[in-house]
């Protein structure tokens, strides 16, 4: 009887022990986006991004340019007669090619892109999870979350001030 009331005793210390564990823990949030709008080399990733676009894309659209001037010009001598049906023929399968080969490019390019974007934002998101981690283990804090999740939070537990301050910002 001692013995299985020594038991109880040790479940129920065991069990209040787990509670006050679990209510000393330290929650914190971030506004990601807003340390990301903030930060220089953010900025400098989306302007790289941008310019790369553009570029891609102006190549893009010349190819189509000169597709669609080529395809006018096939028209225009089959509509004249100047054309034998064979010769319509192979040049509407090199128009073909062409335009499989700028179909091609349209899909390179957005794989290029995103290649280049997870390149240039990696070490980024890199920076902020470390800040993120070093303001956790120096203030006590066992969890933190995005803002852009959050239902609710005190705007005491807001650590984006420490974590732009980790940054530099």
Do not use: C, H, W
Not at 30 to 41: C, F, G, H, K
Not at 51 to 78: E, H, I, R
Not at 114 to 140: F, H, T, W
């Amino acid at each position: 009887m001692m013995k299985r009331f020594i038991q109880l005793a040790f479940v129920a210390i065991l069990f209040l022990a787990a509670t006050a564990t679990t209510t000393a823990q330290k929650f914190g949030y971030v506004n990601s986006a807003e340390i990301l709008a903030e930060l220089p080399a953010m900025k400098a990733a989306e302007s790289n991004l941008e310019g790369l676009q553009k570029q891609l894309q102006k190549k893009g659209q010349s190819m189509v340019q000169t597709f669609q001037t080529d395809y006018q010009a096939l028209q225009a001598q089959a509509q004249e007669g100047t054309m034998s049906p064979k010769q319509q023929q192979e040049a509407a399968a090199k128009l073909q090619a062409r335009e499989e080969e700028i179909g091609k490019f349209e899909q390179s390019m957005m794989a290029d892109l995103q290649k280049k974007r997870a390149e240039l934002l990696e070490p980024i998101y890199d920076s902020i999870n470390k800040a993120i981690e070093e303001v956790a283990k120096e203030n006590g804090f066992q969890f933190i979350f995005d803002q852009q999740v959050l239902l609710y939070g005190e705007e005491s537990q807001d650590v984006s001030g420490m974590v732009k301050a980790k940054l530099g910002l």
